[in-house]
């Protein structure tokens, strides 16, 4: 049998039984339009006192996301009730549901990562109860957090990333330098160069770089190329080297199974050919 035959065998069974996959560049994008446009300062503007808010302004900014991109499921229920900057400052500093229990927010002072955590998971059951498949990763042991049966101990894995960026979930990330305050961004894509065609990014041995929504300047994506160190995914902001030590994802359930049904393959982009 000769090499143009094999190639067409190969093809017919990639067509019966799968997605036929090249190797070469790849992205995975959500709207960048979509998301809430907040800076992180006193009063949200790009001429505001600045703040250490950067934790509640970046949830509050995906919680538009997902008001937009999944307007059958969230509606207004996250922002649109009360207006986005009346949103964040409820995460910072907390709020009550008629009939719930007081909320405590995140904290003036800037968020750890059990009260980021919390106050997404808490917001969310508040006000859109029952909407939610929640997830993620986090560097400290969430045993007894609220939620965190959701949550996985360990250090966030690209695998996990790329598999909530292709589901257009909602991403934050959290960011910590090797000194001074660790910062909190909104995963917005991937970019990877996949060598061996498998169809993931092999973050070991395939260059890539991700894009996020930072709100010390919410309108212009930011990017940084990742590596793995000591198991870390490293990359780069505001000029300096971070650690992604925690991620967490919200998706709405119907979202969810059904990209789950289809494989997700809208999200996926070739670039070039």
């Not at 950067?54 to 009730?81: H, I, V």
């Not at 894509?189 to 041995?205: F, K, M, Q, V």
Request: with cysteine.
């Amino acid at each position: 049998m000769n090499a143009r035959n094999v190639r067409w065998i190969s093809v017919a069974l990639v067509l019966i039984f799968g997605t036929y996959v090249q190797a070469g560049p790849v992205d995975f994008s959500k709207p960048f339009g979509k998301y809430g446009t907040l800076w992180n300062t006193y009063d949200g503007t790009s001429t505001g006192a600045p703040e250490p808010w950067c934790a509640p302004t970046s949830t509050a900014n995906s919680f538009k996301y997902l008001e937009n991109q999944y307007p059958g499921t969230y509606d207004n229920f996250l922002t649109g009730r009360v207006g986005l900057l009346a949103t964040r400052d409820a995460l910072c500093t907390g709020w009550q549901k008629p009939g719930s229990p007081a909320r405590m927010g995140m904290g003036v002072g800037g968020a750890s990562y059990r009260s980021l955590w919390e106050s997404k998971y808490y917001w969310i059951a508040d006000w859109a109860t029952g909407t939610t498949i929640f997830g993620g990763m986090v560097d400290e042991d969430p045993s007894g957090w609220a939620g965190g049966e959701n949550l996985t101990f360990g250090k966030p894995s690209m695998s996990f990333l790329e598999e909530r960026v292709r589901r257009c979930d909602d991403i934050e990330l959290w960011f910590k330098p090797a000194s001074g305050m660790s910062h909190v961004v909104v995963l917005t894509s991937l970019h990877y160069t996949d060598t061996n065609g498998n169809n993931r990014w092999d973050i070991e041995t395939e260059e890539g770089q991700i894009d996020y929504q930072n709100p010390n300047d919410p309108n212009v994506p930011q990017y940084g190329t990742v590596t793995l160190v000591d198991g870390y995914l490293k990359t780069t902001c505001d000029s300096q080297s971070v650690t992604i030590t925690a991620a967490y994802s919200e998706v709405p359930e119907p979202a969810a199974l059904a990209l789950l049904t289809f494989g997700g393959v809208m999200l996926r982009r070739r670039r070039g050919s």
